[in-house]
């Protein structure tokens, strides 16, 4: 199984901030990694296919960047509705697997 | 927009059989997506448990594969999931997904539905 491994765990910032989140895959994914943003009590929401293809709807301070075994979610100047908690997953090869969560905290 | 939603039963008692379903609306079920289980126990991370594609190909999770079954209901538009001999490890939020075909990944959920593993 491919392991993917998101830094930090969780992290405190400000409404204004610009906020970084690594996710590092096990072996090479190609482009094949997904982020998603989930709320508490709430389902997932996809945010971003293909590293760095924003799904329909989301803001544009919103990105993705990376390719092979790197990968990293930057959102520039935080909202007070960006706070939750983010999911990175690869889906290059089965099983399809999931980063443990990144959450992102109001300082 | 495709919507889903999901809807079981209840608790289920362990060893026993825990079976949800996912009602499809908005597009139909029999177009070239992957129609997927994805799990989370309460206050964890996010399992995938497995996809079907209306061709009635499936991939399971390996941690899960002998326990589990994912099936189509074309005429009625849904998908279900079935997860026998259940323990209360297996208790969470089950949430159903779809994922268009290609590199594209999963564009849209269900509000999940809590299940409960107790006797």
């Known amino acids: 199984d491919i392991q993917m491994t998101q830094s930090p765990s969780s992290l405190s910032a400000v409404v204004g901030d610009r906020v970084t989140i690594t996710c590092r895959a096990s072996?090479?994914?190609?482009?094949?990694l997904a982020w998603f943003q989930q709320k508490p009590g709430k389902a997932p929401k996809s945010l971003i296919y293909?590293?760095?293809s924003l799904q329909s709807g989301v803001p544009s301070r919103i990105s993705g960047s990376g390719s092979g075994a790197e990968f990293s979610l930057t959102i520039t100047s935080l909202q007070p509705e960006d706070f939750a908690t983010y999911y990175c997953?690869?889906?290059?090869?089965?099983?399809?697997?999931f980063g443990q969560g990144t959450r992102l905290e109001i300082k | 927009q495709v919507q889903l939603q999901e809807s079981g039963p209840g608790p289920v008692k362990p060893s026993g059989t825990l079976s949800l379903t996912c009602a499809v609306s908005?597009?139909?079920?029999?177009?070239?997506?992957?129609w997927m289980w994805v799990r989370q126990p309460p206050g964890k991370g996010l399992e995938w448990i497995g996809e079907?594609?209306?061709?009635?190909?499936?991939h399971y999770n390996p941690s899960l594969r002998s326990r589990v079954n994912i099936s189509l209901d074309k005429p009625k538009n849904q998908f279900s999931l079935r997860l026998s001999s259940v323990t209360a490890a297996d208790t969470a939020i089950y949430y159903c997904?779809?994922?268009?075909?290609?590199?594209?990944?999963?564009?849209?959920w269900g509000q999940g539905s809590l299940v409960t593993v107790s006797s």
């Open positions: 997904a779809k994922k268009p075909s290609g590199i594209y990944s999963i564009d849209s």
């Open positions: 908005g597009g139909s079920i029999s177009v070239g997506n992957w």
């Open positions: 079907m594609y209306p061709s009635g190909s499936t």
């Open positions: 072996q090479d994914i190609s482009n094949h």
């Open positions: 293909a590293a760095s």
């Open positions: 997953q690869q889906y290059y090869s089965y099983p399809i697997t």
